[in-house]
C-alpha cells in the first residue's frame, strides 16, 4: 500500500460526459502528479500539482483540468469525453517537487467511455 | 517531449534464467527510476539512482545509471516466476522546479515456471 488513494476504482460512462477523478496524496506530501495509461501510449505525464498551484504540465488535453485543494487532495476533470479517453489514471504524490524524488502511485481509477 | 526507450519491449523466459533490461535516451536526467507493475494496479518503485555510473542491489536485481545519466540498465539474476511484470524506467526531469517524470516503453516479463 503507497498511502496514496484514489477514487473511484472503476468509472464507465458514455462520449460527451464529464467525470472527476479524486486523488489523495501519501500523509504529509505536498506535490500531486497525474499521468494517463493507454495501452498504446504507455505511462503519460499529464500535470503537477504542487500545494496547491500548478508546477508542471504535460500532454494534458485542453478537454482535461485538475486542480488541487487546501487539504492537498486533488481532482482531475475530464469533459466532452471521448472513447481514445478510456485509460487508466493514476494519481501519484511526492514529499516536495524536487527532482529526483521518490512519487508513490495510487491504485488508479480505470476509466471506460463508451 | 523527453524520450527513454526500452529493449525488449517483451521478455519471456525460464525460471533460473538472468535477463537485462535496457532503457536508453539521447536526454539528461537528474536521476532515473526502475518501477514493476502488476495488471490492474499502480507502479511500484524499486529503486531510484542518482549518479552517474551508480550501481544498486535489491536482492536478485541490480541496477545500472549510466555514465552520462541518460541511461540505464535492469539485471535480474536466475529470475522466479513472482518476477513476471512490466517493468518501467522513469527519467526525472532536469528543470528546475518540475518532478515530472517521463516513462519509458515499459518490458513486460513472464518467468514461466
Known amino acids: 500500500d503507497s498511502g496514496v488513494t484514489q477514487t473511484p476504482k472503476h468509472l464507465i460512462t458514455a462520449t460527451g460526459q464529464r467525470v472527476t477523478l479524486r486523488c489523495s496524496p501519501r500523509?504529509?506530501?505536498?506535490?500531486v502528479y497525474w499521468y494517463q495509461q493507454s495501452l498504446d501510449q504507455g505511462l503519460q505525464f499529464l500535470i503537477q500539482?504542487?500545494?496547491?498551484?500548478?508546477?508542471a504540465k504535460g500532454n494534458i488535453l485542453e478537454r482535461f483540468s485538475a486542480q488541487q485543494f487546501p487539504d492537498l487532495h486533488s481532482e482531475l476533470n475530464l469533459s466532452s469525453l471521448e472513447l481514445g479517453d478510456s485509460a487508466l489514471y493514476f494519481c501519484?504524490?511526492?514529499?516536495?517537487?524536487?527532482?529526483?524524488?521518490?512519487?508513490?502511485f495510487g491504485p488508479g481509477t480505470r476509466l471506460t467511455v463508451l | 517531449t523527453q524520450l527513454l526507450e526500452q529493449s525488449p519491449q517483451f521478455l519471456s523466459i525460464q525460471e533460473g534464467e538472468n535477463l537485462t533490461v535496457y532503457c536508453n535516451s539521447s536526454?539528461?536526467?537528474?536521476?532515473l527510476q526502475w518501477y514493476r507493475q502488476e495488471p490492474g494496479e499502480g507502479p511500484v518503485l524499486l529503486v531510484t539512482?542518482?549518479?552517474?555510473?551508480e550501481v544498486k542491489k535489491l536482492k536478485r536485481l541490480t541496477f545500472q545509471f549510466g555514465d552520462a545519466r541518460k541511461d540505464s540498465s535492469l539485471h535480474i539474476t536466475a529470475a522466479q516466476p513472482g518476477d513476471t511484470g512490466l517493468y518501467l524506467c522513469?527519467?526525472?526531469?532536469?528543470?528546475?522546479?518540475?518532478?515530472?517524470?517521463?516513462f519509458g516503453t515499459g518490458t513486460r516479463l513472464t518467468v514461466i515456471p
Open positions: 522513469a527519467g526525472a526531469s532536469d528543470q528546475t522546479g518540475a518532478n515530472n517524470l517521463f
Open positions: 536526454s539528461v536526467f537528474s536521476s
Open positions: 500539482y504542487y500545494n496547491g498551484e500548478e508546477r
Open positions: 500523509s504529509g506530501d505536498l506535490s
Open positions: 539512482v542518482v549518479t552517474g555510473g
Open positions: 501519484a504524490s511526492s514529499a516536495s517537487g524536487t527532482p529526483g524524488l521518490t512519487q508513490y
